[in-house]
């Protein structure tokens, strides 16, 4: 089979030359004899594996330098436990909006931990748009705020920031990291699973502003606290060494491209490609309010349940693959991250209205 345009939510598509540079590497990395896989995450060689992802990270990002880049373990699911354990330590009390099922693990997990304000939902609609905010209901005092910086079930994004004066913003950006320019001085924390824009599984990325680190009580376990891992630079035990080294190409075929500001005007010009089709036609409707939506995740559903099952089967034998919506809100979902060419959504597009002309 040739390879397929995959719109899979995460592990997602990885550029194919990040994939041709590892397959070249593979049994022997730059001379070293050996595949990255294989190497001592002590040695010199690895040291320069993940030195350079950093830095190219850094570079990619504008990281400030009072900013700690940390590879981690446990997915962004265990950032959901290590932030509170980690900051919920000055009041004990932290500010939470519910924008779906991962805000709602992340306020559930924080909930062991301390006082759980949660100031917004969308819940009341399946979670189809961002909930204003109300600056006079935010915790003074909170330790810190967090949002999910886009939901990638439900297709929708911040599109602002909210002003939260001294009280520290925490993003779970694993579904938009390196899609968009941001500002990162904006941010406490900002964490992501790799499995989406950056890499393969295995290795969750966390920018910490330096005095975050180190407010953690002696309870907490010490693979949980990010002290551990700052002093250690991601080294307190053996890091996910090859999801590491793949995370550095793909940063590397970023900055190649022309590094963010490049790749987020690619990704506007594809979000619309397949947004302006939704919004011309009455055979598909996107499910989710104009001015949220996301540029990464694109829910939508056809004219019934039935005609969307034939639409994901017919989209398959066209090597249109992993477009069925997430079971909460059902119909499709086209996942365009960074990797996913432009191409992949033009085939997408011609495919839906080849369905929709055979169908109406
Ligand atoms: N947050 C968001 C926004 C996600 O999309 C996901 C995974 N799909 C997670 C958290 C959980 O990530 P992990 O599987 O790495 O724990």
């Not at 979670?127 to 949002?147: E, G, N, V």
Request: include cysteine; proline fraction near 4%; aromatic fraction near 10%.
């Amino acid at each position: 089979m040739e390879r397929v345009y995959n719109f899979s939510a995460g592990p997602s598509t990885l550029p194919e030359a990040v994939l041709e540079k590892a397959s070249e590497q593979m049994l022997n990395y730059e001379g070293s004899g050996m595949s990255v896989m294989e190497m001592s995450h002590r040695s010199p060689v690895y040291k320069s594996i993940i030195d350079e992802a950093e830095a190219s990270l850094r570079q990619l990002m504008s990281i400030p330098d009072n900013y700690k880049v940390l590879f981690l373990q446990g997915g962004a699911s265990t950032q959901f436990a290590m932030i509170p354990l980690n900051l919920m330590t000055g009041s004990g009390k932290a500010d939470y909006i519910n924008t779906g099922a991962w805000s709602k693990k992340a306020i559930a997990e924080a909930k062991k931990t301390g006082e759980v304000n949660v100031l917004a939902s969308s819940e009341d609609t399946t979670f189809t748009y961002i909930p204003k905010l109300r600056q006079s209901t935010f915790t003074k005092d909170a330790d810190y705020f967090f949002i999910t910086s886009n939901n990638t079930i439900y297709g929708t994004k911040f599109k602002e920031l909210p002003d939260t004066g001294d009280v520290p913003i925490v993003a779970d950006m694993s579904s938009n990291i390196l899609s968009e320019e941001i500002n990162v001085a904006d941010y406490g924390v900002i964490f992501a699973g790799a499995q989406k824009n950056m890499g393969p599984a295995g290795v969750t990325l966390v920018i910490i502003r330096e005095d975050l680190v180190g407010r953690a009580g002696d309870n907490v376990p010490t693979m949980l606290n990010y002290e551990t891992h700052t002093k250690a630079a991601s080294m307190f035990n053996t890091p996910p060494t090859y999801s590491i080294y793949v995370c550095g190409l793909v940063f590397k075929w970023l900055l190649e491209r022309g590094g963010i500001k490049a790749m987020e005007a690619t990704n506007r010009a594809k979000a619309a490609l397949l947004y302006d089709y939704l919004d011309g036609s009455d055979f598909y409707r996107g499910t989710v309010v104009k001015e949220d939506r996301s540029l990464m995740n694109i829910p939508f559903v056809s004219l019934s349940e039935e005609l969307d099952a034939a639409f994901i089967k017919g989209a398959g034998a066209k090597g249109l693959v992993s477009l069925k919506g997430h079971r909460s809100v059902g119909g499709m979902r086209a996942s365009i991250y960074n990797a996913m060419p432009t191409a992949g959504v033009e085939a997408l597009v011609a495919y839906m209205k080849e369905f929709e002309a055979e169908n109406r």
